[in-house]
């Protein structure tokens, strides 16, 4: 009996590139607060989008909870911040696999380009306080050596005079760069620094049998894992 046929279909592209992801320093900004199927996100100083700043699928869709003008411009009162410099990393989403795909990709280079005055400016609905009470979350931020007090956003619409946006380093159904590679195994290797392993692991396998719901099933699963352990897996 065959267990796994090889997969012949991809939803998107699987592109993989060498290069760092590009890095965009945008001056007198403007940050509209998070507000799910609204328009928010981090805008120009001529009311367009930062591009560089939403996570895209397949290159094209807008997320979901994220709609944009449709005049391609916007004209709020806003608030003024001036007094200090930010490093944009969009919203943080907690779902574990989105976490891993559209928010962790966008830190590939914050311990070279964060200094000890500069914020985090981030959307979405969860708290500083919230976030960190995350035990995964809280986890790989304080592996990359960032504390709660690095982390910001606002609540009204603020006009920020300096903002450094690093491109994510994975686009879902899209591409890859390697530099997000590096940065979860080095993540990896500071978590398992202190951790007495008796046993090389040369493979892990995520399973999804035990999930109450999901987006992508593997249909016979429950067999595979079977499998798996019979042969000591």
Not at 164 to 191: M, W
């Amino acid at each position: 009996m065959t267990l796994l046929q090889r997969c012949t279909l991809l939803w998107g592209s699987a592109d993989l590139y060498d290069d760092d992801p590009h890095v965009r320093v945008v001056d007198n900004c403007v940050y509209l607060p998070y507000s799910h199927g609204n328009v928010w996100g981090l805008f120009s100083s001529d009311g367009k989008p930062v591009l560089e700043a939403i996570d895209f699928r397949e290159g094209v869709h807008v997320p979901g909870d994220q709609r944009l003008p449709d005049e391609g411009r916007i004209d709020l009162a806003v608030t003024e911040r001036s007094d200090t410099s930010y490093i944009y990393i969009g919203r943080i989403n907690f779902h574990y696999g989105h976490f891993l795909v559209n928010t962790l990709p966008r830190f590939w280079n914050i311990t070279k380009i964060k200094s000890p005055n500069t914020k985090i400016l981030f959307h979405g609905p969860m708290s500083v306080e919230q976030i960190f009470s995350t035990p995964y979350v809280k986890t790989i931020f304080s592996m990359l050596g960032l504390r709660p007090e690095d982390f910001v956003k606002f609540a009204i619409p603020t006009k920020i005079k300096h903002v450094v946006v690093p491109k994510t380093s994975f686009e879902e159904q899209r591409a890859g760069f390697y530099t997000y590679k590096s940065l979860c195994s080095d993540i990896g290797r500071r978590i398992l620094h202190n951790k007495d392993l008796s046993t090389r692991i040369d493979t892990l396998y995520y399973s999804k049998t035990r999930l109450k719901s999901a987006v992508g099933i593997i249909k016979n699963e429950a067999e595979l894992e079977e499998y798996m352990r019979e042969k000591g897996q």
